[in-house]
C-alpha cells in the first residue's frame, strides 16, 4: 500500500512538471469551455491546421465560426508573473527570480489571421482574435486594445460580440471549407513542428549577423527609456529590437 502511495506521487509529481501534460490539461479545460456555446449560434473548431502559400503551416489551437464574425484563439498555459505591452515582440514570463521570454501571442494571433484570409480566399471575413491564459499565470501586461483575457472569461468575451455581420450562407461557407480543407496527416502536422524549429534557427542566425530578421535592415545600438538597446536601424518602420 505505501508502495502504491509513493508510485502516485511519484506520477503526480511528473506530471505538473511537464509542459506537455500541463497543456493537454489546459486545452482539454479551453474545449470544455467552448463546449458551452450554444451549437445553434456558433461552430467550434479544436486544433486546426491550415496550408499557407509559402508551402508551411500555422496550428490555430481553437477556432469559432458564428454571425458574429470567426473567433481565432490561442490560448496559453503559462504560470507566473506574463508582463508585456500589445505592440512588443516578447513578453517576459516571471516565475520567482526567473525570467523567460516568449513570443507576443497578439502577434502569434495575427499570423494566423492572415493565414486563414489566404486559405479562405477572403480578406473581408470578421476576424476577432482572442488570446486566453489560464489562471495560473498572473497577467500583468499594458493597457491595450486586443482581447487577451483569463480563460474563464473566454465564452463571455466571446458572447459579447452580438453584432451581425456573416449571412447564415457564409458562415457555413467557411465552416465547410475550414473542416474538409485543412491539414490532417501526422506527417503534415511533423512537418509543421520542423518548420516552427527551422524558423527559429534561421532568425537567431540572422540576429548573430546583425541583420533584422523581419526587413532585413541593420541592427544597431538604440537608447530608450530603459537603456540601451539593439533595434532595427529602420525604426519606426520596423519596431524589431533584439531580446536577451
Excluded at 46 to 72: A, C, E, W
Excluded at 96 to 125: C, M, V, W
Excluded at 176 to 204: C, F, G, M, P, Y
Aim: hydrophobic share 35%; aromatic share 8%.
Amino acid at each position: 500500500m505505501i508502495y502504491l502511495l509513493l508510485l502516485i506521487i511519484l506520477i503526480l509529481g511528473v506530471i505538473s512538471r511537464s509542459p506537455k501534460i500541463k497543456g493537454m490539461i489546459g486545452e482539454t479545460s479551453v474545449r470544455r469551455k467552448l463546449g458551452k456555446l450554444d451549437p445553434k449560434e456558433y461552430t467550434v473548431l479544436h486544433d486546426v491546421m491550415i496550408q499557407r502559400p509559402d508551402g508551411k503551416t500555422s496550428q490555430i489551437d481553437h477556432l469559432v465560426v458564428s454571425n458574429y464574425g470567426v473567433f481565432v484563439i490561442e490560448t496559453k498555459n503559462y504560470t507566473g508573473w506574463i508582463m508585456g505591452s500589445e505592440k512588443s515582440e516578447y513578453w517576459t514570463q516571471v516565475i520567482y527570480k526567473r525570467k523567460e521570454k516568449l513570443y507576443n501571442p497578439i502577434r502569434q494571433n495575427y499570423g494566423h489571421i492572415k493565414a486563414l484570409e489566404s486559405f479562405l480566399e477572403d480578406e473581408t471575413i470578421p476576424f476577432i482574435s482572442i488570446v486566453a491564459f489560464s489562471t495560473r499565470a498572473d497577467l500583468k501586461l499594458e493597457p491595450m486594445s486586443a482581447e487577451v483575457v483569463y480563460t474563464t472569461r473566454l465564452v463571455s468575451t466571446i458572447q459579447k460580440y452580438k453584432t451581425l455581420v456573416l449571412s447564415e450562407e457564409k458562415r457555413l461557407n467557411i465552416h465547410k471549407a475550414l473542416s474538409t480543407k485543412t491539414v490532417h496527416t501526422r506527417q503534415e502536422r511533423k512537418k509543421h513542428v520542423a518548420d516552427i524549429k527551422v524558423n527559429l534557427k534561421e532568425k537567431e542566425a540572422l540576429v548573430s549577423a546583425g541583420i533584422c530578421p523581419r526587413c532585413n535592415g541593420k541592427l544597431m545600438e538604440r537608447r530608450g527609456k530603459n537603456g540601451a538597446f539593439i533595434g532595427c536601424s529602420s525604426y519606426p518602420k520596423c519596431g524589431f529590437t533584439k531580446t536577451s
